[in-house]
């Protein structure tokens, strides 16, 4: 029963309730009757969707209009179709087109003033969306659609910022009055950002290049700690990796978002050096899980965990649950070196269960993808000693 009602507490259940209650007044005051609340209902799903895709790619839009960083865009949720390079971005589509999604950030200076001109870009596409609505205002299903378009844009600009989300209203207000230490390390991603390409096509030294520039920068920066981390799992470093962040976590105190970010980061170096052997697993397999936990705690969305999870699930002997959170994992990757570690994951997972056959065509996928990656070398080892 708790199980029941726990998604009719969530924010979302609660706002379609509202609204759907709202809608049923309206037209029943108006006489419509079922046939008008249907057509609302239908008119203001439409505008839940609509709305936050033109908000998003207005948003596209001024990002590459003013110079900032588009790595990914994912057309779509649920199960990935395919994956395709547009230039220098990567384009997933999934099999229920009903949202867009992108990864931005900075790349270069004037980063505050090139993320407000691009935010403002997306605030005008979401109201130039909510005036077009106003047109069928007249009709029920016009009725439903001015609501959620309405709504949803008052939504976007709200400040906030969670893992894995910026509102528009936060890039427009809340970054412009950010502190000069916070707004440090916004400006660091721009380097950041150029150092999770370079590792994306190997290029190591380069990668740890960008990170040492930007050490020179900014050398108390999280971000920078990151990156440094980064550049070592790159190397097969895990030791070196998971303590640097220990530190880190230790000597900062980040607000919630940053800190989900650093604690799901911790959690996959301190797995991988438990599975290396670089780190003793008394000691490290107790401080993966809590910063697993505490990470999706702090707002990290679990499903963009699979492949961390998979992993402690492998080291914890749940081969069957290693296998499926780690094609999980693999599916919903939004980096290829992610989904290269997801997949070697899935490859040991096959081998602990005596699947050899099945571990070689993922070992082979993840190859493709990243074949100088630390855990798929390994792995590519362990398996031609089978």
């Not at 649950?321 to 990757?333: M, V």
Request: aromatic fraction near 4%; glycine fraction near 10%.
């Amino acid at each position: 029963m708790r199980a029941l009602w726990k998604p009719l507490r969530r924010p979302w259940c609660a706002t379609a309730s509202a609204a759907l209650l709202v809608l049923t007044a309206l037209e029943l005051l108006l006489g419509k009757g079922p046939g008008g609340i249907a057509l609302a209902a239908a008119g203001a799903l439409l505008g839940a969707i609509a709305l936050p895709a033109a908000i998003r790619a207005g948003l596209l839009l001024g990002s590459f209009l003013f110079g900032l960083r588009v790595s990914n865009i994912v057309i779509g949720a649920m199960r990935r179709v395919t994956s395709f390079r547009l230039g220098g971005v990567l384009v997933t589509v999934r099999a229920l087109p009903v949202v867009l999604s992108a990864d931005i950030g900075p790349r270069r200076e004037p980063v505050v003033t090139r993320s407000v001109l691009a935010a403002a870009t997306s605030a005008l596409s979401g109201l130039l969306v909510v005036g077009a609505c106003l047109l069928a205002a007249g009709s029920s299903f016009g009725h439903g659609l001015v609501l959620a378009t309405t709504a949803s844009m008052v939504h976007a600009l709200i400040p906030r910022r969670a893992p894995l989300n910026t509102s528009t209203g936060w890039l427009l207000f809340g970054l412009p009055r950010m502190s000069e230490s916070r707004r440090l390390e916004f400006r660091a991603g721009a380097y950041a950002a150029e150092a999770h390409a370079l590792l994306q096509d190997g290029e190591l030294d380069a990668a740890e290049a960008v990170v040492d520039e930007l050490a020179e920068i900014a050398p108390n920066a999280r971000t920078t700690a990151s990156c440094r981390a980064t550049v070592h799992q790159a190397r097969g470093e895990f030791d070196r990796a998971t303590m640097l962040l220990l530190h880190t976590l230790s000597t900062h105190s980040p607000e919630a978002r940053e800190m989900s970010y650093l604690l799901a980061g911790l959690a996959g170096l301190a797995l991988s050096a438990v599975e290396a052997g670089q780190l003793p697993s008394e000691d490290l397999l107790p401080t993966a899980e809590q910063a697993l936990q505490d990470s999706v705690g702090l707002g990290f969305p679990r499903f963009e965990l699979s492949g961390t999870f998979g992993l402690l699930a492998l080291i914890n002997g749940e081969t069957e649950r290693a296998k499926q959170l780690a094609e999980l994992g693999a599916r919903n990757a939004a980096s290829g070196t992610t989904r290269a570690d997801n997949l070697a994951t899935l490859a040991r997972a096959h081998m602990a269960r005596g699947d050899n056959v099945s571990a070689r065509a993922a070992l082979a996928e993840a190859e493709g993808i990243a074949a100088w990656w630390p855990r798929v070398c390994s792995t590519r080892e362990r398996l031609t000693i089978c």
